[in-house]
């Protein structure tokens, strides 16, 4: 650990007072020791007891903290509301999504003035009508998610899920759209999807299990019967693995995946016969994964058979091996495949090399490729709603941290590019040229260069600049240098914002992630730290005013770098973070946990124990002077428990020995993703804004 202690004598930090309130009122939660013991090594957890949802100790613990940061944002009200006024006056209250199709049909989501919900709109002979109200269904309730629409073929019913809790279990509905008449038969405890096979009276839906939540088994329910009686066509057993469905763009299969971080394997039903038995692709081999469209023609699988950064394939039928494919686009060291879409006239492939996104459009033999990309240095492209299968133009999504999201759509005849909707904001003087963005590259404690994306308003002094470094990190998951128009309050305050491009992400493609994962997870913690450090050396920030940001698994890499570099921050927002590694992954009764393993590892092995337990945010608080922080969750959350961040909460609140406060903020009707409705989800962007202000003494 030597090596995070490097930049300590470069810069010094001095403890700061910025928390009025009384010492009396802070939350000191009881201790009840808990004595933890795996691989003959005793651990003593006092705050275990916290796993007791909805028992009265719990419930009045979590109110205490929720008063005591509601008091710490009371005093910043004023600066709450002027945030959110500046994104009113921002964003447009009816914002609309580029219209798109499904069937033939045109619809397009939007925004309704003074409500928090969408309305779907279609778009028939210059005629609008709702086609679905968000808000009227989630009337009465103080979360709602709308998880999925999938409207038959013929167009005469739609199917639609819903959770109004927060834990991501969506029940499934029908709805007649001549009439609007919702039918009485649903389907319960659900994941949320839904397809339709070709016969407008059959669908497929997937279920979980109940205790772990992990999406295992695939349901075939005919219209007009009783849910209880629906069809178990696909059962997972692999608690290692989870399942999910999709349908091909020429409707000719219903396709099922069940996938693990490691493997996959995916399975077969004609949409024209619904009724029909699955058929396995291809097997499942260890360290094979891979993904299938249907052609007319016959099948196209992206594969990493031996191919790390993946392979495009080709073959007339379901073949017997992966060997026995042609190869229509090599494997590529420097180049990553993300995606692919094969439509009846043309293929479409979407790649990452160095961090940039690229689209090529080509022949169905994979030749005569046009490139699709931007001039800028940092922007994000991708595939968008791409319905018809017969068509001869692909939409396709560009943003970047200066630019709005636009829609183009690139015709395969002419190879023309045209733009065909763009996101604007309703502030005159907004213009993106006065934001600077580039990307920096940053050196690891082991030599390696990590990709860091920047963005800031022209014109301020950088090496005074305070600087908020947002990262993730894990489950090879890229985090898109995306425009948000939230951000421009910060901004517009003088803040430099970056994305860290850590490894266990593969933003440099599959190697990336490989060297973050498992045993070499403390790489994508020392990223982090190195790309700080990097930044207030190389003068784009104040290094006595740097900033940290991460959710879920970037939650757990807040927890790493802050009790690493408790030095380098001066503070911290952690969003629904995972935090208690070890003992939440010797849990297999908690949700997702054995699916884990590949990620993580399993701690019932002795080296993964170890290792684990060397980076745990939770088992490594110890007393130190640790940065302002605010921690949030939500009670619901099916992905990190809320006992999670509030046993660290209590933890570090105990052992801190500087004046910087420690908040946590648990919304009691939220899952993972924060609360619902366009102003919840304002509201605690403005929260986390008004913190990190107060933190650096921006009043206004």
Known sequence: MKNFLRLFSLFSFTPFIVNSQNASTIPVAKEIPKELIKHNHVRIDPYFWMNERDSKPVLDYIAEENNYSKRFFDQKEGLINTFLKEFDGRINPEETSAPFEIQGKTYQWRQIKDKDYRELILIENQKETVFFDENALALGHEYYSLGDFSISPNNELV???????????????????????????????????????????????????????????????????NSSKDELIFEEKDERFAVYITKTLDKQFIL????????????????????????????????????????????????????PNRKLVFSKSIPNSVESCEVLIAHNNDVYLDEMEVFKSFLVVQSRKMGRTEISVGSLQATNFSSISMPEEVYELGLSFNENYESKVVNYHYTSLTSPSSIYKYNIESKTTQLFFQKTLIDPNFRSENYVSTRIWATANDGQKIPISIVYKKGIDLKKAPLLLYGYGSYGVTIPAAFSATRLSLLDRGFVFAIAHIRGGKFLGEKWYQDGKLNHKRNTFTDFINAAEWMAMKGYCDPNSIYAQGGSAGGLLMGSVTNLAPYLFKGVIAQVPFVDVVSTMLDESIPLTVGEYEEWGNPNEEDAYWYMLSYSPYDHVKQMDYPAMLITTGYHDSQVQYWEPLKWVAKLRKNNTGNAPILFDCTMSAGHGGGSGRSTERLEVAKEFAFLCEIQGINE
Do not use: M
């Open 159 to 225: 199917a639609f899920s819903q959770d109004k809790i927060g834990r991501r279990n969506y029940a499934i509905s029908f709805r007649e759209n001549k009439s609007g008449k919702v039918l009485k038969e649903q389907i319960p405890n659900t994941d949320g999807s839904i397809l339709w096979a070709n016969d407008n009276q059959t669908v497929f839906y997937v279920k979980k299990d109940p205790t772990t939540l992990r999406e295992f088994q695939i349901y075939r329910h005919v219209l007009g019967t």
């Open 256 to 307: 099922i995946h069940s996938v693990s971080s490691t493997s996959s394997e995916t399975w077969l039903i004609g949409a024209d016969k619904p009724a029909e038995k699955a058929v396995c692709f291809l097997k499942r081999e260890k360290d094979h994964l891979y993904e299938i469209t249907h052609h007319e023609t016959g099948f196209y699988i992206l594969t990493n058979k031996n191919s």
